[in-house]
């Protein structure tokens, strides 16, 4: 397979890039993708058998199931993240281990439901939060060490959009190519 076909594979929908004007429209579009976002993996996973679950979206990508674990978990930094720069200095996050997270048990149940309900509630929280964020606040940054760079909450909103929408795209995927591509 060739490199542009695998790229197209990884980044079904593109890579982020972040817009030189952050409009208030787009924050509220941003906030949307990541309200609906939830019901809409959930609607992409319902109906999958357990074997379903385990195809991939690309040659060494992950599988369905772990594409929905890993969303739960990296969802789960971003409203921290928020939080930091929200109530602290430039404040440096934590990274983690996306790769090594995603082979742990929890990264690997065939069931989504506990995924699936921590997404529900960590969206509805996170759109609760980021509606009533002021102008100046969406100025506010985080460090982020691995990149060595800082990035404001503005920003921010719209590469979890973008996260979303990105890994929903591979479940859609997985699920076109019906598991021709193997772990």
Not at 80 to 100: H, M, N, Q, V, W
Not at 141 to 168: C, Q
Request: contains cysteine; negative net charge.
């Amino acid at each position: 397979m060739k490199s542009t076909q695998l790229q197209l594979l990884k980044f079904p929908i593109g890579e982020f890039q972040k817009p030189d004007t952050i409009s208030s429209e787009m924050i509220n579009l941003w906030i949307n993708d990541l309200e609906r976002f939830p019901s809409e993996i959930d609607k992409a996973t319902k109906v999958l058998s357990k074997e379903q679950l385990n195809w991939t979206y690309r040659p060494d990508g992950w599988n369905i199931k772990q594409v929905v674990h890993h969303c739960a978990d990296s969802h789960m930094h971003s409203i921290i993240r928020f939080k930091l720069a929200l109530t602290e200095d430039s404040p440096t996050i934590k990274p983690f281990y996306e790769d090594r997270w995603a082979t742990l048990i929890d990264g690997n149940d065939d069931t989504l439901d506990d995924s699936l309900n921590v997404l529900r509630g960590l969206h509805s929280k996170l759109g609760q939060l980021l509606k009533h964020i002021s102008e100046e606040e969406l100025s506010r940054e985080f460090v982020h060490p691995d990149h060595l760079k800082r990035l404001r909450i503005d920003e921010t909103i719209g590469m979890y959009a973008w996260h979303s929408n990105h890994h929903l795209a591979h479940i859609k995927q997985a699920i076109t190519y019906e598991g021709y591509f193997k772990m």
